[in-house]
Structures are given as structure tokens and as C-alpha cells.
Nanobody
Framework: EVQLVESGGGLVQAGGSLRLSCVVS????????IGWFRQAPGKEREGVSA????????YYKSFSQGRFIISSDYASNTVYLQMNSLKPEDTAVYYC???????????????????WGRGTQVTVSS
């Protein structure tokens, strides 16, 4: 069974930082890429960043480039999202998604119907 469990969310002031974790079980990082997404109340789910752990390739959206850093750890099957210089508009539930294998393009970091976690809430106060 494939499981993704997010953690690390919380309440932080604007300008602060958080590091989110996504622990993945049931699949190998050798053949699967992982993406981070977020969904604010009343808005559609949007891509934040993605990584292919096997070759280290990373993807960012314009709003996350330069502020967020995605990384992975093979030993713990965990993908991290380091979020710096947080803004109130970053407030959302953050989810991670694993693809079902090679072939999916992550260039535009679009959500799909692959494997999802339940999310972790990030709230940034002004």
C-alpha cells in the first residue's frame, strides 16, 4: 500500500520559515517523483514544487522559486519542502503527491490522480 504522510505545518509570522516533510512508503524513490501542492480556501489546488529523487531534478513555480527549496532523502524515503520568507498568501493546506511511475511530466507541476497524502496546514500571519 502506498502512503504519503505530511508534517511540519503550523502557524508562523510573515517572513518566517517552515520545513514540511513528506514520508513516502510503499514505493521506491528510484522510479517515482514527488510533488508538493497547496490549496487555499475557495481556491483550486496548485503546484508548488517537485523533485525526481533518482536524478535530483527539481521543478518550481514562479512564486516558489527562490523562496522554497525541495529536497529528498533516500535513507528515510522523505521529501522536504523548506519554505522561507513566508507570506500571508502562502496560507494553505500543503499536500504531497507521488506519481505512478516514469512518464508523467512535472514541468508544469499539475495535480493528478496519483498517490496523495492528507495534507498539513500552513498558516502565515501578517
Amino acid at each position: 500500500e502506498v502512503q504519503l504522510v505530511e508534517s511540519g505545518g503550523g502557524l508562523v509570522q510573515a517572513g518566517g520559515s517552515l520545513r514540511l516533510s513528506c514520508v513516502v512508503s510503499g514505493i521506491s524513490f528510484d522510479n517515482h517523483a514527488i510533488g508538493w501542492f497547496r490549496q487555499a480556501p475557495g481556491k483550486e489546488r496548485e503546484g508548488v514544487s517537485a523533485i525526481n529523487p533518482s536524478d535530483g531534478r527539481t521543478y518550481y513555480k514562479s512564486f516558489s522559486q527562490g523562496r522554497f527549496i525541495i529536497s529528498s532523502d533516500y535513507a528515510s524515503n522523505t521529501v522536504y519542502l523548506q519554505m522561507n520568507s513566508l507570506k500571508p498568501e502562502d496560507t494553505a493546506v500543503y499536500y504531497c503527491e507521488a506519481d505512478r511511475g516514469p512518464g508523467r511530466s512535472w514541468h508544469y507541476i499539475l495535480p493528478s490522480d496519483d498517490y496523495w497524502g492528507r495534507g498539513t496546514q500552513v498558516t502565515v500571519s501578517s
